[in-house]
């Protein structure tokens, strides 16, 4: 079988003010996967993913990503280029004026250029549904508009692999559709969401595991 994306082994990790929160954690994730991962408020899941992504570094145990263990700051570089992370909170994720310029900004940083991003940009707000909203101030947007750019942001740096924290929580029917026919169009798309909604990880996972005492459980 081929090597995991994303293997984590034997994570723990704690804050300086909390106990630990993640024990002993094992977590692998395949080219193709659709995981869901669920579980009580405050249990790890949104510190799973910054551990993944290299904004938490763990007390013990591996991250492996692409096939090389990662522990630096420069490791994470071309981890944050190749996976996007969709934040739980849309406030932490946009940051520019304007819809356009936080949708632009991922792309022009990564040296594409202007024209390709100007067709990149056009591609994910088509896509989403977002036309007419490219000009609006991020800040003024509604959650749930924000909750969309923010996935239009992560869409732009045409990623990989796709870390949704909690996706659809607070839209309403129409955007969670959106989001739900984006998830299941993809043929070979690899994506882990967190999730309180279980019909949503049902209907966009193969897979759903439950993260309690600091581990992953079937
Ligand atoms: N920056 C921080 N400093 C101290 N403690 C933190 C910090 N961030 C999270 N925690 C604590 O770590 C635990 C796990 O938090 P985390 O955000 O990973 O949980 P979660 O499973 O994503 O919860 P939720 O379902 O509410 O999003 C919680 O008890 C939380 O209070
Ligand atoms: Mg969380």
Redesign the pocket.
Known sequence: MAEPIVELEDITFA????GR?LDGLNFKLYLGDRIGIS??????????F?IIMGLLRPESGTVRIFGRTRKKEEDFREVRERIGLLM?DPDDQLFCPTVEEDIAFGPLNLGKPRDEVRRIVQDVIELLGLEGKERRFSYALSYGEKRLVSLATVLAMQPEVLLL??PTAGLDEETYRKIVNFLNSRDGLTYCV?S?DLSLLEEVTDKVYR?MNGKLMC
């Open positions: 804050y300086p003010s909390t929160v579980g009580p408020n405050g249990s790890g899941k949104t510190t799973l910054h739980q924290d909690e967190v309180h993260i």
